[in-house]
Nanobody, 127 residues
Framework: QLQASGGGSVQAGGSLTLSCVVS????????MGWFRQLPGKGREFVAG????????AYADSVKGRYIISRDSATKTMSLRMDSLKPEDTAVYFC??????????????????????WGQGTLVTVSS
């Protein structure tokens, strides 16, 4: 089970941090990621982090502004979002892919590779 939180409304240039708590499963076997979705559109990759936490990947649109991280002690993944823009407005979803048989450093970018999803959290950025 994944529980996402931290969405809200901010002005352009502001910051938010999203959190995703993973419960009931083996945190270390999960590659993790964040996606976002606009009404009527598919889910877009935002950021991903490997099982080890060493490798990270970002969509070009958020690179340099967002930071993804994970904490095995609290079984939490976070997304720090700075310099927010109105075009960042979307529903954000956290997701995990159970990849115990895969290399530790793989970062997943594709929706189909993820096995479990949290509920969305809305981020609204006003100009």
């Amino acid at each position: 089970q994944l529980q996402a939180s931290g969405g809200g409304s901010v002005q352009a240039g502001g910051s938010l941090t999203l959190s995703c708590v993973v419960s009931g499963r083996s945190f270390s076997t999960y590659a993790m990621g964040w996606f976002r979705q606009l009404p009527g559109k598919g889910r877009e990759f935002v950021a991903g982090i490997s099982r080890s936490g060493v490798n990270r990947a970002y969509a070009d649109s958020v690179k340099g502004r967002y930071i993804i991280s994970r904490d095995s002690a609290t079984k939490t993944m976070s997304l720090r979002m700075d310099s927010l823009k109105p075009e960042d407005t979307a529903v954000y979803f956290c997701a995990v892919g159970e990849k115990s048989g895969w290399p530790m450093e793989i970062v997943l970018r594709r929706v189909v590779l993820y096995d479990f999803w949290g509920q969305g959290t809305l981020v609204t950025v006003s100009s």
